[in-house]
């Protein structure tokens, strides 16, 4: 039974996208916004998030409410998260943001997994990250961590 | 790009090793990474019981990576005493007659003093050259006491009492003794150490009398460095 009431949400680029309200609600902070929010909250604001963040996320919870027993849902899964880093990132931030437990924890375990066995360089290019320690923390880093094969 | 928040989310899903390397990734990051409920995390996966109940006496990050894996080099801690505070009473008898009698401080039995003959192997012995030499008839039983005299604490603790040389070993023109060392009851189940003690001679071709230029002393069982015989020394019962 599904409900013929949409929501349009829109992103922080203006983008907008028209979903039906149960797959909106799983998103609890959607849910909570139009229970807090009365009568006329047809239009919802996401300004954490972007436009083609948006779309994608749109594209999870559609599966995950109108399909939610179906065999393929892992493997939809798996193919859900095989984007390229940055994506990833876009997507748990806005699985936090929009309180969506399945993604932040689908999307969190596959970065977690980006780490495994990495050392601190291979980190820093993986994610684009710039190291701001001076050389003599850099030192003091690595004579602390000379327990561990990684660093 | 890697806000807090997906921080937060990720650092609970990491193995210990790899939250360590983001400790040392960037200053944010390892702001973040060093809050111990990461840590907990960690352990919860290795020892999920230290994560019952009320936490154990040091953090959890020092838990990880304290015994994450077993201990395999320790490290000696400095020994508290050195040659220069030992003292040796060294006394060779060959059938009730003595050979040699000597008090030689510490420092002189330090390897590298004297360079023995060619030929002699360089484990780590405390050596001394015998000056003057003494011949030894081959027939006769030669045996030896080693007292030890420390300074800081003037104390007397026995090394060798009364062994034989039982053992001639020809090919490396040894005669060598030992004994079991007496360690203080403040060390217990330390039990077997020998003190090895060994006669350098050169075989005097003629007349059946075996020429000693040296002495060699060490504790093979246990000791194989200057810092580890110290601390086995530290540990005999002084008196």
Known sequence: ?151 | MASDEILKAVFPLLEGTDLAACMAVCKQWQNIAQDDYFWKCVCAKKWPSTCKNSPPPITYQKLFKTFYKRENNRTLLPPRISLQDLEFYIDFWADGNLLFSQVVPGPALQKGNWTPPPGISPEYKLTLPVKPQFSVPYSQSVSVSVLVARKDTNKVASVIHDATFDYIERSSCRALAYDYLVISPAYPFVSGIRAWIALLFIEDGDDGDIDVFGIEMDFCDAANSEEEVLWLLDMLDWK
């Open chain 1, 1 to 151: 039974m599904t409900s013929s009431k949409t929501i349009v949400l829109r992103s922080s680029d203006g983008a907008t996208f028209e979903v039906d309200e149960a797959v909106a609600l799983h998103s609890l902070m959607i849910k909570h916004r139009i229970e807090t929010g009365g009568a006329d909250s047809t239009t919802i604001d996401v300004p954490e998030v972007t436009g083609n963040t948006l779309s994608k996320v749109i594209e999870y919870c559609k599966k995950h409410v109108e399909a939610p027993n179906s065999d393929d849902l892992k493997s939809f899964d798996t193919d859900f998260v095989k984007v390229d880093q940055a994506v990833l990132c876009h997507l748990a931030k806005a699985s936090y943001y929009m309180n969506i437990k399945g993604l932040l924890d689908l999307s969190s375990k596959t970065i977690a997994d980006m780490f495994k066995g990495k050392t601190v360089e291979q980190i820093r290019e993986t994610f684009h990250i710039k190291n701001d320690f001076t050389p003599e923390e850099e030192e003091e880093l690595r004579k602390e961590n000379s327990w561990n094969l990684f660093v």
